[in-house]
């Protein structure tokens, strides 16, 4: 087994060095032809034009667009992606700031999908074939059709406004400080024994974490359904239904094991729309991510910040893409016992 996730990792790592390359690449020359004047929000009014000739020396944008790539490159490698141009502080500081933000609001969200999706993807098949299946089919499809920013609406009007159940606006309460151990939320407050402040901050995750929810698990049932349906013309569930189990055991303990592999590895395609769905989540709750993050660097033109959150994007998804390959070798045992 370890050999099998070694063996992964590796392959994953020859694609994602030169993945990140061309990332960086394409998104470097797209911001540099942009006609648009970053350095302009660093200048005063009273500027000089050898004011600004000084400064985008300084800054390194007066040389070639390859020669600018190859240095910035160079620098990213060593873990330094550059200076902010509208905050004037370095872009790893603040994407470390908001990163914990994003990324426990969209694991809060995959939590609350699935277990809202694997129960559906089980009565789903369930009503394979019934009566009933056309309801639930149209239930899931007027689920999936509805996207992540518009549940974030439904459930602001709902349990902020007519049934005031919930806060909608940040992260923790006015009155909260964060400890600042991890960066989520929910674990420093919990280590830290401010078990108050905990439940301020699962209030405030809740909203956010189920419209992104809400949006995502519709797909997971269908797959999941899909799954169970194949499965169910299986060999070893007519064996395993000779040798007298029950149905709901054969589902539960045989059944659900394998319809989960396909369904974890569209999970894991899929998870980037869920990071992407919480950048417009971010923004309506005024959650302090990395979306609300990206939306001031494209309002001010900061190319260095702007450049940083989609190398971070690319190396989430790429670790993303590693972990589910793994949790795919470790489920399937045709994959470990070649």
């Not at 390959?325 to 045709?334: C, E, G, K, S, T």
């Given at each position: 087994m370890l050999q099998l996730t070694l063996g992964i990792a590796l392959r994953r790592l020859a694609v994602a060095?030169?993945?990140?390359?061309?990332?960086?690449?394409v998104v470097f020359v797209v911001l540099r032809l942009l006609p648009v004047d970053p350095l302009s929000m660093m200048l005063p009014p009273s500027a000089t034009a050898a004011d600004s000739a000084a400064l985008r020396q300084q800054m390194g944008f007066d040389k070639p667009i390859p020669v600018q790539f190859a240095i910035w490159l160079w620098e990213a490698a060593r873990g330094n992606l550059?200076?902010?141009?509208?905050?004037?502080?370095?872009?790893?500081?603040?994407?470390?700031?908001?990163?914990?933000?994003?990324?426990?609001?969209?694991?809060?969200?995959?939590?609350?999908?699935?277990?809202?999706?694997?129960?559906?993807?089980?009565?789903?098949?369930?009503?394979?074939?019934?009566?009933?299946?056309?309801?639930?089919?149209?239930?899931?499809t007027l689920l999936q059709s509805m996207p992540s920013f518009l549940w974030a609406l439904l459930l602001i009007v709902v349990f902020g406004v007519l049934w005031p159940v919930l806060p909608f606006s940040g992260r923790v309460g006015q009155d909260v400080t964060l400890p600042g151990i991890t960066g989520l939320a929910l674990v420093d407050l919990l280590i830290t024994g401010q078990f108050n402040a905990w439940l301020s901050a699962l209030s405030h995750l809740l909203l956010p974490a189920l419209a992104l929810?809400?949006?995502?698990?519709?797909?997971?049932?269908?797959?999941?359904?899909?799954g169970l349906i194949d499965a169910a013309n299986e060999p070893y569930v007519e064996v395993a239904r000779l040798r007298g189990l029950s149905e709901t055991r054969i589902l539960w303990r045989h059944m659900l094991k394998n319809a989960a592999l396909p369904t974890i590895t569209m999970i894991g395609v899929q998870f980037g729309f869920l990071f992407g769905g919480a950048l417009l989540v971010e923004m309506i709750f005024g959650f302090p991510g990395v979306g609300t993050l990206m939306v001031?660097?494209?309002?001010?033109?900061?190319?260095?910040?702007?450049?940083?959150?989609?190398?971070?994007?690319?190396?989430?998804?790429?670790?993303?893409n590693a972990i589910v390959?793994?949790?795919?070798?470790?489920?399937?045992?045709?994959l470990r016992n070649p």
């Open positions: 060095i030169p993945t990140l390359i061309l990332l960086s690449l550059g200076l902010s141009i509208n905050f004037r502080q370095p872009v790893t500081t603040l994407m470390a700031a908001a990163i914990p933000a994003t990324i426990e609001l969209a694991l809060a969200g995959l939590f609350i999908s699935l277990v809202i999706s694997i129960p559906g993807g089980v009565i789903a098949y369930v009503l394979y074939r019934r009566k009933r299946e056309a309801a639930a089919d149209l239930v899931v929810a809400l949006s995502f698990a519709p797909l997971v049932i269908r797959v999941l359904r899909s001031q660097a494209v309002k001010g033109n900061d190319l260095p910040l702007i450049q940083g959150i989609a190398l971070l994007f690319c190396v989430l998804m790429l670790g993303i390959d793994v949790l795919y070798a470790v489920l399937n045992p045709r």
